[in-house]
């Protein structure tokens, strides 16, 4: 990648400018999209091999979701808290915490010996990925100039997002054959490296404020979200129980009390002013509904394909594959659209593209459509591709609107809120599409109910322009 000349982001004002290392921008973004690409593998990792991760648990249907949503748990508690002390304290300083910590924890999952065990580490990969992602588009703004540069260095990263959810099921798929704890330990051993890579090439970017750590508020967020997403995984069992009421009225009343100390705090996690911006609703929208519709079906569709079609685990990740792969190569090339398409309209685009793609799955996820395999493959296969075009365009747009709804000084942050949203979505989504497609209404209710959110994405983000 063709280096670009030394520019002073607004986030590096602090620092003296004879003191102040050079930007190296092809560096940051090999970097920061590598470690991505590691913790988004790692997040996909589960889901070709769902049913032999619950066989080696001896894991009961009620508790599979968790096996799920662990990762995005940690993610969706953390990455708001990690994008603003990111932004305060140093963003390569929380880029080189997150990939330490998440070489550490994915290898301690890979010593787990039951559900919760494997759960609690995958929490941790979690909230140690939280860091990696949150920083890494800060990093970028730091390194690249406003402008077009910027936005394809973002489309690259953006790409890469998609492409450590199209390995990671492969990678292990392939190596649960021989044994499913091979697989972290070779995640944990790349994020060390990526790591080690990252603390020879970051240069330090951060946007200090003043005032202490908003500690209260990122006590009551994260005791919010972990309230929230643990009632969405246990209400499959039974919406009307009594601990499911308790912890959503739990996560209402600590959501209450986050708004009133963000609106109180000197330096808040998160500028609630920022909640009157059509863009900034825009790229919050956008991330939420990726989360439920998009994210939520694919994560269970490859247990879905081993049933249905009788496929081992490496079957179903070579056709996810035409999915994620898809998704990467548009990606990559979704910045040539610059120019042509806003960020808002490219993500409608994207989940309009979903709805339409999924239609084709319903009967073939049950058994219901009958007919020879080629048949089968006839429907299924261009579906997976088209929906792939679309979730590419969902993941080249999303950081751009997360950056540029936001001041660049506060990017980090930007990043974080859509990421939050992206994996609050996600948590949600997984749950919801294995309790609908545990019910008599089946996968084809699942697909039903991904196609419906992502038409109501799609009308949400074309309604949220900015007024003139």
Request: glycine share 12%; hydrophobic share 55%.
């Amino acid at each position: 990648m063709t280096q670009q000349p030394v520019q002073t982001a607004p986030a590096d004002l602090g620092q003296p400018a004879r003191s102040r290392p050079a930007h190296r921008p092809g560096a940051t973004l090999a970097v920061t999209s590598a470690a991505t690409a590691v913790a988004l593998m790692n997040y996909t990792a589960p889901m070709t091999t769902l049913p032999a991760l619950s066989g080696a648990f001896a894991t009961p249907p009620a508790a599979q979701a968790w096996l799920l949503n662990g990762a995005p748990l940690g993610l969706a508690v953390l990455l708001l808290v990690a994008g603003s002390l990111a932004d305060d304290f140093g963003r390569r300083r929380l880029f080189l915490i997150g990939t330490l910590g998440l070489g550490v924890t994915t290898a301690l999952g890979a010593l787990a010996t039951g559900t919760v065990g494997f759960t609690l580490a995958r929490a941790a990969q979690g909230a140690a990925s939280a860091a990696i992602l949150a920083t890494g588009l800060g990093l970028l703004v730091g390194a690249y100039p406003a402008g077009h540069a910027r936005i394809k260095a973002m489309g690259v990263w953006g790409a890469f997002v998609s492409a450590g959810i199209a390995l990671g099921p492969l990678l292990a798929s392939a190596l649960s054959a021989v044994d499913w704890r091979l697989t972290y330990l070779a995640l944990g051993l790349g994020a060390l490296v990526t790591g080690a890579f990252a603390f020879r090439v970051l240069t330090e970017s951060r946007a200090p404020r003043a005032g202490r750590p908003d500690l209260a508020g990122a006590a009551a967020l994260g005791l919010a979200m972990t309230a929230l997403l643990t009632a969405l995984t246990l209400g499959r069992d039974g919406w009307l129980r009594a601990p499911v009421g308790l912890l959503l009225l739990a996560a209402l009343t600590l959501t209450a009390v986050f708004a009133g100390v963000e609106r109180r705090a000197v330096a808040p996690l998160i500028d609630l002013a920022l909640f009157r911006s059509r863009a900034f609703l825009a790229s919050a929208v956008g991330g939420l509904f990726t989360g439920l519709s998009v994210i939520g079906l694919f994560s269970y569709l490859p247990t879905l394909l081993q049933h249905a079609l009788s496929l081992s685990a490496l079957d179903s990740a070579w056709l996810f594959l035409l999915w994620s792969g898809t998704s990467f190569v548009v990606a990559l090339q979704a910045r040539r659209l610059t120019g042509r398409i806003t960020a808002r309209h490219q993500l409608a685009a994207g989940f309009a593209l979903h709805a339409v793609a999924v239609l084709p799955m319903l009967g073939l996820l049950t058994g219901a459509a009958g007919g020879t395999e080629p048949s089968v493959c006839a429907r299924l296969v261009p579906a997976l591709i088209v929906a792939g075009a679309g979730s590419g365009l969902i993941n080249a747009a999303l950081p751009r609107l997360a950056v540029e709804s936001v001041p660049p000084e506060r990017a980090a942050m930007g990043s974080g809120a859509n990421n939050t949203a992206r994996y609050l979505g996600s948590s949600a989504g997984v749950a919801v599409t294995i309790a609908v497609a545990t019910t008599p209404a089946g996968a084809d209710g699942a697909v039903l109910l991904s196609a419906a959110m992502a038409l109501a994405a799609t009308v949400g983000v074309l309604l949220l322009r900015e007024r003139r």
